[in-house]
């Protein structure tokens, strides 16, 4: 099972989306987010798609629909069509998600939180989303805001100019706030 991580870099990999739905906007949005080179099929399309840099089809899937696909998200709201575009995937060797049953897929999207720069996606390991989903909410309201990890980050740049007692004393210390700040102390 692979996963789909926050920092992948996907820049110049061609991914199908097959729906229009919501669920497909927001994987869309992901991938755009990793650089990947999005084609989204589907009759009928969440008007926000009109503003992302993807192609568009405005029709059902078709088998070829898939042609040169690294990876592919089924996501139409139809469990038919989804497991169609799920075989045909995987007779192609591509990567696909099954955004309406995960474990018909082999790659999954994690639920993510971002604030100041750190990222955090975290998955089950189970077909249980919502305690993903949950787990991240939770993530996020540890995540630092700018200034605070601004201020971290100048402290240990200043710790490692130190001489090495000194260093080790003041890396400690921010370890030590760090820790504090996420609940660990």
């Given at each position: 099972?692979?996963?789909?991580?926050?920092?992948?870099?996907?820049r110049?990999?061609?991914?199908?989306?097959i729906?229009?739905?919501t669920?497909?906007?927001?994987?869309?949005?992901?991938?755009?987010g990793?650089?990947?080179?999005v084609?989204?099929?589907?009759?009928?399309?969440?008007p926000?798609?009109?503003?992302l840099?993807?192609?568009?089809?405005?029709?059902?899937?078709?088998?070829?629909?898939?042609?040169?696909?690294?990876?592919?998200?089924?996501?139409?709201g139809?469990?038919?069509?989804?497991?169609?575009?799920v075989?045909?995937?995987?007779?192609?060797?591509?990567?696909?998600?099954?955004?309406?049953?995960?474990?018909?897929?082999?790659?999954?999207?994690?639920?993510?939180?971002?604030?100041?720069?750190?990222?955090?996606a975290?998955?089950?390991?189970?077909?249980?989303?919502?305690?993903?989903?949950?787990?991240?909410?939770?993530?996020?309201?540890?995540?630092?805001?700018?200034?605070?990890?601004?201020?971290?980050?100048?402290?240990?740049?200043?710790?490692l100019?130190q001489?090495?007692?000194?260093?080790?004393?003041?890396?400690?210390?921010?370890?030590?706030?760090?820790?504090?700040?996420?609940?660990l102390?």
């Open positions: 099972m692979s996963f789909l991580p926050a920092f992948l870099d996907l110049g990999v061609r991914v199908v989306v729906g229009g739905g669920v497909a906007l927001r994987r869309t949005r992901t991938l755009l990793a650089g990947a080179q084609q989204v099929v589907a009759p009928e399309q969440h926000d798609f009109a503003a840099p993807v192609t568009t089809l405005t029709r059902h899937y078709r088998r070829g629909d898939l042609s040169g696909a690294a990876l592919v998200v089924a996501a139409t139809s469990a038919d069509a989804n497991g169609a575009v075989r045909d995937a995987r007779a192609q060797g591509s990567l696909v998600n099954d955004a309406g049953d995960a474990t018909r897929g082999n790659w999954r999207f994690p639920a993510q939180a971002q604030r100041a720069g750190v990222q955090v975290v998955t089950s390991g189970r077909e249980l989303p919502l305690l993903a989903q949950a787990l991240a909410e939770r993530a996020a309201a540890l995540l630092p805001d700018e200034p605070t990890l601004d201020g971290w980050a100048a402290r240990r740049e200043t710790a100019t001489p090495e007692a000194q260093r080790t004393a003041s890396l400690d210390a921010l370890r030590r706030d760090i820790r504090r700040a996420v609940g102390a």
